[in-house]
């Protein structure tokens, strides 16, 4: 069965460009327009093995999101990168800090993303 990515960015052109790549690869591949959808797609969803996430979103933030996913025993050890235009370092360390696995900054470079997808799956 294949890996299941979650996908939550604000930008239609980036959640398309990213779920395509990932599909590509053979991942299955869920979207989310926000952090409040991805929230709502990670609870009904069967299962997701890794979300991206971006940072600067409408409705909930990246950050918001990621804490409210971790604070959560069922989904606190899932891989979460952060794929976001914010580079500066306390934009990183914020990500990590709250419990994302992995910081990337827009535009990032499609096999060295598949590349750390699949070493966070193992």
Known sequence: ???????????KTVRNLVAFIMKKEGFKVTTAEDGLDGL???YSAEKVDLIISDVNMPRMDGFTYIKTVREQDAYKDIPIIVLSTEGQEKDIQTGLN???NLYMVKPA???????NIKMLLG
């Open 1 to 11: 069965m294949p890996k299941h990515i979650l996908i939550v960015d604000d930008s």
């Open 40 to 42: 709502e797609k990670l």
């Open 98 to 100: 709250l419990g994302a």
């Open 109 to 115: 470079q499609p096999e060295k993303m598949v590349k």
